[in-house]
């Protein structure tokens, strides 16, 4: 699932190598490959349209900083776009209500309502400790209640017996009885499959809804069905109040169109995913996960989460106009950015994220021994010393060297190392390291 999608954004990554901010310009071929790839997924035109003008006004005049490719660049507002057309976040099953909650699960036969029925119900006795009660109301195929019934024992939750003789509002609402009566906290109603264009079912289903008042009435949807999905999804969407989607099948050989465009075009959220035929194949849906997931670059990702989550901006910005004011870059801003990279879990997370020659650059500088140490070194010198490193001559260095427990050797080895990265701040012509996370901050 999604590799074809993954592989052909990785495409537009390289595409776009060499240019130092995103413009109209240079991305309309890579948002051209975007759009491409998000139809070939078989996401729905509005959905498409809508991401590719998002990502279009997020984008573009965005500088690309330090060593982040504008491929790069564009990948992370690609990310947070994904993320915003999928949901934002995840959307948990609305259960407040006076016991019993009703779940009423609706959807086409065939799509995985009793199986995620029963996967549902074993969730939320394990991980919410629910007694949950199962039912179903599909009188037009004995098989149907025999299946939940099975599926029910092998899960060790109890159902409601019901059989093809009785009107699926009576079993509905006798079991709503039972489980009021026997304390459940949440009931589980299954219905039979129907076709949206079959007026009948459909009449049928908004009767059952009328009568058993839900709290959450979830809509279940093969995802392999692609766009086809969607169309359902909408047309059931405007007969039920439908409060959310299970996608199921998602572990099957779709090309993802479904996830990426149900929640837009229907406005409902995506709750649950089926991953499998097992009755553990069920999972809550997390927007971003996905995301990262159709891109599958998690390591960019969580280079911009790592960043997003640790740099103070302000220190950020009182760095980089420091530097642009030409007062350069001094021993107490080095500590700052020392400091930084370990408030970003430790340099060694951070250097498997960070890209090639930037990596390397920061390595030969720190490790996570020599941080304390560096941190160390500087607390020993005086405010002027920071500013003016060009004062430390051989007495001042070994003063230094004293007060914080290191050689003179090692007082050197910091200053060439400051030298290099102020060096190196120059080169980035504004800021550097410390531009670059500015820039990912958007
Ligand atoms: P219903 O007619 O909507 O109740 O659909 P069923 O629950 O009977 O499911 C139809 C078929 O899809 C069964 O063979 C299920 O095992 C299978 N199925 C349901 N959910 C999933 C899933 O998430 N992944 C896979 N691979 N198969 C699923």
Known sequence: MFENLSGRLGGVVKTLRGNARLTEDNMKDALREVRMALLEADVA?????????????????????GSLTPGQALIGVVYEELTKLMGAQNDALNLAAVPPAVILMAGLQGAGKTTTSGKLAKLLKETQKKKVLLVSTDVYRPAAIEQLKTLANQLTVDWFPSDVSQKPVDIALAAIDHAKRHFYDVLIVDTAGRLAIDEAMMAEIKALHAAVNPVETLFVVDAMQGQDAVNVAQAFNQTLPLTGIVLTKMDGDSRGGAALSVRHVTGKPIKFLGTGEKLTGLEPFHPDRMASRVLGMGDVLSLIEDVKNSVDEAEALKMMKKV????????????????????????SALMDKLPGNMAAMADSQVNDKSVARIEGIINSMTPLERRKPELLKASRKRRIAAGSGVTVQEVNRLLKQFEQTQKMMKQFSGGGMMKMMRGLKG
Do not use: C, N, W, Y
């Open 324 to 347: 642009k004011s030409g007062k350069g870059f001094d021993l107490e801003d080095f500590k700052t950015q020392i400091q930084q990279m370990k408030k970003m879990g430790g340099m």
């Open 45 to 65: 035109l509005p959905a498409v349209k809508q991401f590719i003008a998002d990502v279009k006004v997020r984008a573009e005049g965005q500088e690309v900083v």
